[in-house]
DNA sequence: GCTGTTTTGTAACAAATGTTACATATCTTA
DNA sequence: TAAGATATGTAACATTTGTTACAAAACAGC
């Protein structure tokens, strides 16, 4: 079952004899929602690959303030934890399921061996790489350029496409701190985005009129 | 002569063979002041190596807004055009020489080879992606958690840093188009912080007091 | 039903940042 | 030295975002 997984959403990126491997070596888990994947300091054993799910990464400072970095959908592997578990260092993220996730965690100990072995697993660290570092300038023009109204809309659509959902299961609080802001602010910017038609609210759950 | 500079940033960190092969295929290159080194959306054909110098990278929307995301110092590259030399991407970012500089400019032909055949390379190449990584991060902690004027405080002192002096030479708008507000905020701002005795203010330069 | 808890709505105000407008100072160069 | 050009200082005001306080609505469990 797991090699299905794997072929369904890795085949064209992974060697054939590369896919033995990781069949061999890598251990599957499934994550329950909300359940912590990467925390905070710790020192990565391993990299998830994701199967299926998606994976909130943030980041949090000295103080507990966190903000949203971006999410993790199947496919994508978490190049912070890459990082980590190559160098033994520590991770700077958060990693939490969003939703029931389903991954396949790769020992550190391949991690270098099929670099050089696999030009296939090249290509996908460079990308991991490549794609966490747009990602991340994304990121960070929502930061610099977005107000915070435009910034809120984009949460919102970015969110329900991770998802795969035309409405959100949240509440304005818990949006408040992904996007590092208070309750009251997102509320009100809400209404304003109902007034416009865009979305719609109701307790515990926005619907998204308009993409 | 290039072999010396070379030797002497990077002898510990690559293996003699290869800073044989960089010695024979590297085009060593100088960059003057305010030089572009690279631009939105250029298409790499190879890595530079910062061997001395500082340069700055700055990120720019659709309207033409920039803010400034980090500087390279020597011991540096840019994860960025490795990237995009690698897969025939286009960049996402500007490189700016933000004093002369020197560098040796890598192809890419080089780039994948180089992965199999030196452990030294593939530790370089991670450990520059996660370098970069991290820069970003701070660099999204500071948007997100930071008021302005301990951004502009932050912007100085590591500006400082990097350039290796404790005056600046700059203008007040220039300081404004690196944190993408505006010169009046920023005038405001440096009488603030020199009332607080932590810097003096000049013509077309500023002096850090305190760090 | 009733009661406590969670979530949302909203007003009133405070603080931070952005904008416009203009004055003054300093440098450059003819 | 006079005449622009560039850089800085500052007031007044606008807008955006954050905070406090409280009320009302919706839900959960009994």
Same mark, same amino acid.
């Given at each position: 079952?797991?090699?299905?997984?794997?072929?369904? +959403?890795?085949? +064209? #990126?992974?060697?054939?004899?590369?896919?033995?491997?990781?069949?061999?070596?890598?251990?599957?888990?499934?994550?329950?929602?909300?359940? &912590?994947?990467? @925390?905070?300091?710790?020192?990565?054993?391993?990299?998830?690959?994701?199967?299926?799910?998606?994976?909130?990464?943030?980041?949090?400072?000295?103080?507990?303030?966190? %903000?949203?970095?971006?999410?993790?959908?199947?496919? @994508?592997?978490?190049?912070?934890?890459?990082?980590?578990?190559?160098?033994?260092?520590?991770?700077?993220?958060?990693? %939490?399921?969003?939703?029931?996730?389903?991954?396949?965690?790769?020992?550190?100990?391949?991690?270098?061996?099929?670099? #050089?072995?696999?030009?296939?697993?090249?290509?996908?660290?460079? @990308?991991?790489?490549?794609?966490?570092?747009?990602?991340?300038?994304?990121?960070?023009?929502?930061?610099?350029?977005?107000?915070? @109204?435009?910034?809120?809309?984009?949460? &919102?659509?970015?969110?329900? =496409?991770?998802?795969?959902?035309?409405?959100?299961?949240?509440?304005?609080?818990?949006?408040?701190?992904?996007?590092?802001?208070?309750?009251?602010?997102?509320?009100?910017?809400?209404? =304003?985005?109902?007034?416009?038609?865009?979305?719609?609210?109701?307790?515990?759950?926005?619907?998204?009129?308009?993409?």
């Amino acid at each position: 079952m797991i090699r299905e997984k794997l072929e369904h +959403y890795y085949s +064209y #990126v992974f060697e054939k004899e590369l896919l033995d491997e990781i069949e061999q070596v890598g251990v599957y888990k499934k994550l329950r929602e909300n359940e &912590l994947l990467v @925390d905070l300091g710790d020192q990565m054993k391993g990299v998830p690959l994701l199967l299926d799910g998606a994976i909130k990464i943030v980041r949090e400072d000295k103080k507990g303030e966190e %903000i949203l970095l971006y999410f993790l959908e199947r496919g @994508d592997t978490c190049a912070s934890s890459f990082a980590s578990a190559i160098s033994n260092g520590k991770c700077g993220i958060r990693a %939490i399921a969003e939703k029931e996730s389903e991954i396949i965690f790769l020992p550190k100990e391949k991690l270098d061996e099929w670099l #050089v072995k696999y030009k296939s697993w090249r290509n996908f660290v460079i @990308d991991s790489y490549n794609i966490r570092l747009n990602e991340m300038m994304e990121t960070i023009d929502t930061l610099a350029f977005m107000r915070m @109204d435009e910034r809120l809309y984009k949460y &919102l659509t970015d969110k329900a =496409q991770i998802m795969r959902e035309t409405s959100l299961n949240t509440t304005h609080q818990d949006i408040a701190y992904d996007m590092h802001t208070s309750r009251v602010v997102i509320s009100r910017l809400l209404k =304003q985005l109902e007034n416009e038609g865009k979305i719609k609210l109701h307790r515990n759950k926005i619907e998204i009129l308009e993409f």
